[in-house]
C-alpha cells in the first residue's frame, strides 16, 4: 500500500470517529432543547434526534456534490437509508426487539415510503435536478406540517429538567462544526480508497461511506431500544431516511445538479422494497421481532454483495 493509500485510510478511520463525536453532541444537546419544551418522544425522534443523526449525511452529500462527486453524493443517502432500514433497525430487532406505535407506521413509515418512491422516479432519468431539489423540499416542508400539526400528545414525555445554557448552544455548534469538517475529509480520502481499490464511487458511497454516516443512528437506535424506548429507537431510523431523502438530497441538489450511474435505479428499488417491507413488518402486533430483525439484516447484505460483485 503506498503512502497515500495508507494515509487515506486513517483519515478515513478519524474522519468516521469525528462524526459520531460531532453528532453525538449535537444530538444530546439538541434533545435536551426539545425536551425542555415538553415534545414527545416520538416527535423528539422523528424530528431532533433523526435530524442530529443525519448531519453526516447531510454534510458528506452536500461536500460531494459540490465538488463534483454525484454518485458518492447520492450513494450514500441511498445506502444510508438502506443501512438504516436494513442493518440498524433489522440488527436492533434481532438484538432486543423494537416495537412501534400505529400511528408511527401509518403517519411516518408511509412517509418514509413515499419519499422512496419520489426518489425513484426522481433518479429515473439518472440525474437530480434544481427542480427535482425544489420539489423534495417542498414535500419535506408537507411532511413536518403533518408531523407538527397534530403531535401526539399521548406520548408526551416530562420537560428536561437540566436548564439549556449558553453551553448548550456552544456544544450544539462544536458538534455541527466536527459534523462538516468531518464530512470533507471522509469525501476525500472515501475517493482515494475508491481509486486504489478500483471500485466504483457509487459502491463506495454506497457501502463504506454510507456506514461511517449512519454510524449515530446505530448507536441513537440500539441505546433507545436497550432502554424500552422503541418508538425513539424506530421513530429514529424512519425520520432519518425521510430527512435524507427529502431534506438532504432535496438542499444538495438544489445546490447543485447531480448525475448518477445506472446502478442508482436498482438499488434504489431495493430500497423502496425494503421500506415497504420493514413498515409492513413493524405493523405485524406492533414489534419487530427477532426473525423478522434477521431478515431485513439479510436482505440488505445480500444488495452489498449484488453491487460489489
Known sequence: MTDSGLLAFVTFGVSIGALWLGADAFVSNAARVARRFGL?????GLTVVAMGTSAPEAAVSIDAALVGNGNIAVANVVGSNLFNVGIVLGGTAALVGVRSSSRMVRRDGLAMVLSAVLMLALLWDLRVTRLDGVVLLVAFAG????LFDRPDESARGPADERRATWYTALFLLGGLGTIVVAAHFLVASAVVIAEAAGLSEWV???TIVAVGTSTPEIAASVAAARKGLGDIAAGNLIGSNVFNTLLVLGVTST???VLVVETAIGTTVWLLGLSVLAVVLLGTNGRLGRLEGAVLVAINLIRWILDIA
Not at 143 to 146: D, P, R
Open 255 to 257: 445546490l447543485t445538479p
Open 204 to 206: 463506495i458511497g454506497e
Open 143 to 146: 411532511y413536518l406540517f403533518i
Open 40 to 44: 414527545s418522544e416520538l416527535v423528539v
